[in-house]
């Protein structure tokens, strides 16, 4: 079960919030997902000495900033859990770019403090009530201003810049909102034009046009159980959206074959800068709305 789904199922609120959910959510993480590290100890805090480094321009590295000791940090990683649970005095999105930057200042795990950082995000968004799924993510920001994002974190437990960071924290979470608007209205546009494109098509067809936006890739038989058909309805309507290029498998396999929607991954993976803006988006609607 993901952590989304554990929060959904214990209840929305951040008192459902706690170590032991970031414990498996970094184990999971570390047995799923790349690391480093010989042993990035999955699910666990980390027990010695870790630092960040920074390069000195030709010269080698130097460290740039050193977490508190593991002992140091556990204890402050159960006052973050009071915190986290209990909701502070701010506003809940100021609240959360605090949180963020609490966790990865204490930099609990051997590695992968990053991830579990950005994916608390997503949970505290949820556990607001700001978010209604998990379908945001700050990632893509950070990534695009991985600098500016460890400078901002630094400054503020170097020199006490709290506003400079929460207004960088702010309007990265305004600009993935933004995007993630975009990219759903997008998704919309193409599913209606599947729907139109296939009204008159078999239910199989119809069926497997609004699953595979959910899930874009499948197998023929993942497919019969999306559609709730045997295997040779999924398998026919398969082969109509293939011969329509709507679908495409992927393996190259005679058998074990895998089929993907490239329109459906093309919209999910498009760059920021290339998915219209959502003023623009609205805009569209307008006129759309206005000639009819």
Same mark, same amino acid.
């Given at each position: 079960?993901?952590?989304?789904e ?13 170590i ?11 047995e799923?997902?790349r ?10 805090f980390?027990?010695?000495?870790v ?16 977490p ?25 999105l ?25 994916l608390?995000?997503i949970?505290?968004l ?28 630094l400054?503020v437990?170097e ?7 929460l ?7 305004k600009e993935?909102a933004d ?14 034009? #599947?729907?139109?494109e #296939?009204?008159e ?21 993942r ?11 999924a ?10 290029g ?6 190259g ?7 993907q ?24 609607e ?7």
């Amino acid at each position: 079960m993901s952590a989304a789904e554990q929060l959904s199922e214990t209840g929305r609120s951040r008192e459902s919030l706690s170590i032991d959910l970031l414990k498996n959510l970094h184990e999971e993480l570390m047995e799923e997902g790349r690391t480093d590290e010989e042993d990035p100890l999955p699910g666990e805090f980390r027990s010695d000495y870790v630092w960040i480094e920074e390069s000195t321009g030709g010269y080698g590295t130097q460290v740039r900033f050193a977490p508190p000791k593991a002992k140091i940090a556990v204890s402050r990683m159960e006052d973050f859990e009071t915190y986290m649970q209990s909701g502070g005095e701010y506003p809940d999105l100021i609240d959360i770019g605090i949180l963020h930057y609490q966790l990865e200042t204490i930099h609990p795990f051997v590695d992968g403090n990053g991830r579990v950082g950005r994916l608390l995000i997503i949970l505290l968004l949820m556990a607001s009530d700001i978010l209604l799924h998990p379908l945001f993510y700050l990632s893509s920001y950070i990534r695009r201003n991985r600098d500016e994002y460890t400078s901002r974190l630094l400054a503020v437990n170097e020199e006490g810049e709290w506003n400079e960071w929460l207004e960088f924290f702010l309007q990265g979470i305004k600009e993935q909102a933004d995007e993630a608007f975009s990219r759903a209205k997008l998704l919309l546009h193409i599913r209606k034009r #599947y729907q139109r494109e #296939y009204q008159e098509a078999p239910s199989s067809v119809r069926r497997l046009i609004d699953e595979m936006f959910t899930n874009p890739v499948f197998t023929t038989s993942r497919a019969a159980e999306m559609i709730d058909m045997s295997y040779q309805g999924a398998r026919n309507a398969i082969q109509k959206l293939e011969e329509d290029g709507v679908l495409r498998e992927r393996t190259g396999k005679a058998r074990y074959q895998e089929f993907q929607a490239d329109g459906v991954l093309d919209a999910l993976n498009k760059d920021a800068a290339e998915i219209p803006s959502p003023e623009a988006l609205i805009e569209d609607e307008e006129d759309r709305f206005q000639e009819v």
